[in-house]
C-alpha cells in the first residue's frame, strides 16, 4: 500500500476493539489519492482482520407491509450511547436518531421521527420484548398481547398493527439486525476513530450531527448486498403501498400533513432531503 500503509494503520488502531469495513477505508483513500482498487485493499488488510459470522435470519416482505424498530446499545455506563434503528423491509431504507435512554417517550418519539422520516406508515411494525413495547405476551390467549399503552395508542393514531418477535429470537428482525451491524461498522467506528484522533469523543450530538448525510449519502444509497438494489431506488415503489401520515402527526412539535411532499426536517439529525425529493414526488 506504499504511502497508504501508515494511514491504515493509524485507522485500524483507532477503531480497535472495532473495524473499518474495506469500502469504507477505499472511500477514504480516495479522498487521499488512492487509486488502487478494493481488491488490492482487502489484500493487505487480511492479516488485521478478524472473521465474524452474520447472525441473523432474513425474509422478504412485501412493499408497505412491514417495518423493523429496535433499539442497539452502543455502550453503557455514565454515558450510554444508544441508537434507535428502524428498517422497511421491502425497500431496506433505514432511519437513525441517536439517544441516551430507551424509555416509552423515547421510543414513541423515535417512531414519530421514523415514520414522518419515511413519509408513510406499513402495515406493521416488528418489534422485539420489552417492557416497552409488552406488558405481556399471550395475555388474551395465544398471540394477543398485552401492549405498553403508549404503543396502543401510537399504533390507534397512525393505524398500524404491532408485532412482536418471539421470545429470545430477536434475530429474526433479521433486516434491523443487520443494519445494526452494518451501521456500527460503517458509521460509528470511523466516526469514533475519527474523533479519538482530533481528540473528541463519540456522543449523541456527535452521532446525531453527522448520521443524516451518511444515511443519504451512503446508508440508502449503496447497493444492498440481498435485494442488489439501492434501497432509495426500492422506496419509490414502497412509499407508494405505504399508508398516509395521520393529519396531526407531530416530529418535533412540527405538524405534519397527511400528505407529505418531503420529511419533517429534524432538529438534531440535520437530514439532507435531495436524496427523497424524486422519491416522495411519486403521490
Same mark, same amino acid.
Not at 64 to 88: H, I
Not at 100 to 123: K, M, N, Q, W
Not at 237 to 255: D, F, I, K, N
Given at each position: 500500500?506504499?504511502?497508504?500503509?501508515?494511514?491504515?494503520?493509524?485507522?485500524?488502531?483507532?477503531?480497535?476493539?472495532?473495524?473499518?469495513?474495506?469500502?469504507?477505508?477505499?472511500?477514504?483513500?480516495?479522498?487521499?489519492?488512492?487509486?488502487?482498487?478494493?481488491?488490492?485493499?482487502?489484500?493487505?488488510?487480511?492479516?488485521?482482520?478478524?472473521?465474524?459470522?452474520?447472525?441473523?435470519?432474513?425474509?422478504?416482505?412485501?412493499?408497505?407491509?412491514?417495518?423493523?424498530?429496535?433499539?442497539?446499545?452502543?455502550?453503557?455506563?455514565?454515558?450510554?450511547?444508544?441508537?434507535?434503528?428502524?428498517? @422497511?423491509?421491502?425497500?431496506?431504507?433505514?432511519?437513525?436518531?441517536?439517544?441516551? =435512554?430507551?424509555?416509552?417517550?423515547?421510543?414513541? =418519539?423515535?417512531?414519530?421521527?421514523?415514520?414522518?422520516?419515511?413519509?408513510?406508515?406499513?402495515?406493521?411494525?416488528?418489534?422485539?420484548?420489552?417492557?416497552?413495547?409488552?406488558?405481556?405476551?399471550?395475555?388474551?390467549?395465544?398471540?394477543?398481547?398485552?401492549?405498553?399503552?403508549?404503543?396502543?395508542?401510537?399504533?390507534?393514531?397512525?393505524?398500524?398493527?404491532?408485532?412482536?418477535?418471539?421470545?429470545?429470537?430477536?434475530?429474526?428482525?433479521?433486516?434491523?439486525?443487520?443494519?445494526?451491524?452494518?451501521?456500527? =461498522?460503517?458509521?460509528?467506528?470511523?466516526?469514533?476513530?475519527?474523533?479519538?484522533?482530533?481528540?473528541?469523543?463519540?456522543?449523541?450530538?456527535?452521532?446525531?450531527?453527522?448520521?443524516?448525510?451518511?444515511?443519504?449519502?451512503?446508508?440508502?444509497?449503496?447497493?444492498?448486498?440481498?435485494? =442488489?438494489?439501492?434501497?432509495?431506488?426500492?422506496?419509490? @415503489?414502497?412509499?407508494?403501498?405505504?399508508?398516509?401520515?395521520?393529519?396531526?402527526?407531530?416530529?418535533?412539535?412540527?405538524?405534519?400533513?397527511?400528505?407529505?411532499?418531503?420529511?419533517?426536517?429534524?432538529?438534531?439529525?440535520?437530514?439532507?432531503?435531495?436524496?427523497?425529493?424524486?422519491?416522495?414526488?411519486?403521490?
Amino acid at each position: 500500500m506504499g504511502p497508504f500503509a501508515e494511514y491504515l494503520q493509524a485507522r485500524i488502531e483507532a477503531a480497535r476493539p472495532g473495524w473499518i469495513p474495506g469500502t469504507v477505508l477505499l472511500r477514504e483513500l480516495r479522498e487521499r489519492g488512492y487509486e488502487g482498487g478494493i481488491s488490492q485493499l482487502r489484500e493487505y488488510l487480511v492479516p488485521f482482520k478478524q472473521p465474524r459470522p452474520d447472525p441473523v435470519v432474513r425474509f422478504e416482505t412485501q412493499p408497505g407491509e412491514q417495518l423493523q424498530a429496535d433499539f442497539t446499545v452502543v455502550r453503557r455506563g455514565r454515558d450510554p450511547l444508544l441508537a434507535f434503528v428502524a428498517t @422497511l423491509g421491502y425497500s431496506r431504507c433505514s432511519f437513525v436518531r441517536f439517544t441516551s =435512554g430507551e424509555d416509552a417517550a423515547t421510543l414513541v =418519539g423515535c417512531l414519530r421521527a421514523a415514520l414522518t422520516y419515511f413519509g408513510g406508515v406499513p402495515a406493521h411494525i416488528l418489534f422485539d420484548n420489552p417492557k416497552t413495547i409488552v406488558i405481556e405476551r399471550d395475555a388474551y390467549g395465544s398471540g394477543e398481547h398485552r401492549f405498553h399503552q403508549g404503543i396502543l395508542e401510537l399504533a390507534a393514531e397512525y393505524g398500524f398493527r404491532p408485532r412482536l418477535c418471539r421470545p429470545y429470537r430477536a434475530r429474526t428482525k433479521g433486516k434491523v439486525e443487520r443494519f445494526n451491524g452494518y451501521l456500527k =461498522g460503517s458509521f460509528l467506528v470511523p466516526l469514533a476513530a475519527s474523533l479519538k484522533q482530533a481528540g473528541l469523543k463519540l456522543d449523541v450530538t456527535a452521532a446525531n450531527a453527522h448520521i443524516g448525510p451518511w444515511l443519504e449519502s451512503v446508508a440508502n444509497t449503496r447497493i444492498h448486498g440481498t435485494t =442488489g438494489e439501492a434501497p432509495v431506488a426500492r422506496m419509490v @415503489l414502497e412509499r407508494q403501498h405505504l399508508m398516509p401520515l395521520p393529519t396531526l402527526a407531530v416530529v418535533a412539535g412540527l405538524p405534519a400533513p397527511v400528505r407529505v411532499v418531503r420529511p419533517v426536517p429534524l432538529e438534531s439529525l440535520q437530514h439532507p432531503l435531495s436524496v427523497y425529493e424524486a422519491l416522495l414526488a411519486v403521490a
